[in-house]
């Protein structure tokens, strides 16, 4: 199967089973019935059978068989041999709450310029004026928020 | 529960025997490491973990980064005495069986630093099962230690331990 020298070249030299589409009767299977699609799926089926039985087999087994002698230093959290002398959930100070709604607002409105500049050349002109005015909009709403104090910390 | 509790209550016997030579066999060659590099010594362990020696010979060349799946602690190098209480909370928080290999003069007694900042030997807070010599030992050294601690371990089997 080698693509060099005089044998067929692109699609043809593949396999038959790697050719796109290579019968319009059955669109999904190579020279089957279409609705052979699901009998395909069986052995990842026995496989996912499989693997969820050796899973529970071996929690099974290693919780049935091994030695368990817990006591309170062995079952704290580790963090790589210290302590902890403090719980992990913290209160944190309502002033972040304010920095990331307004983050969240302008980088969800950022992903917009990803499909806009991509069809920039076809938009033309009504495109960068289009998105002019979007920017322009969102620039009232940041000046709005700066002179509301949105924007300072304390 | 478990298997060693199991074997106490069957007493010494041909299912039990035979079980604990399997058990053995298993935990014998699949000895994880906690990765816990302490000093100069801990250069020549993940010497040991290279291409050139190899420890995946034995199957102990899976370092874990949690003591919760590991089965060795390798002290390798010097412990302070700040260090200790942590050293002894990571071997805690391993789960049985576990094994402790020290290596070098600095675990095993300090070494050359005959001071008060120092542990004057891991064996002080963590039972030690191989004691390495050498200042680095070389990791041919620390080979030559799991295959003294795979040996013992097959030859333990599920008698408990004392």
Known sequence: MTVHGGGPRGEACLPRVLRINPSPQAPFLVGGRPEAVLETYVPVLIFVLIVLGLIGALVTLSFVLGPAKPFKRKLAPYESGIIPDTPAVRRLSVRFYLTAMLFIIFDVEAVFFYPWAVLLRQLKWFGLIEMLVFIGILLIALAHIWKKGGLDWE | ?162
């Open chain 2, 1 to 162: 529960m478990g298997v060693e509790a199991l074997a106490e209550s069957l007493g010494q016997n041909i299912l039990t025997t035979t079980l604990g030579k399997l058990i053995g066999w298993g935990r014998g060659n699949s000895v994880w490491p906690a990765q816990f590099g302490l000093a100069c010594c801990a250069i020549e362990m993940i010497a040991t973990a290279t291409a050139g020696v190899d420890i995946a010979r034995f199957g102990s060349e899976a370092f874990r980064a949690s003591p919760r799946q590991s089965d060795l602690m390798i002290v390798s190098g010097r412990v302070s005495q700040k260090m200790a209480p942590i050293l002894r909370t990571v071997y805690d928080q391993m789960p049985e069986p576990k094994w402790v290999i020290s290596m070098g003069a600095c675990a095993s007694t300090g070494g050359v630093f005959n001071n008060y900042a120092l542990l004057q030997g891991v064996d002080k807070i963590v039972p030690v099962d191989v004691y390495i010599p050498g200042c680095p030992p070389r990791p041919e050294d620390l080979l030559n230690a799991l295959m003294i601690l795979q040996e013992r371990i097959k030859a333990q089997g599920i008698t408990p331990r004392q």
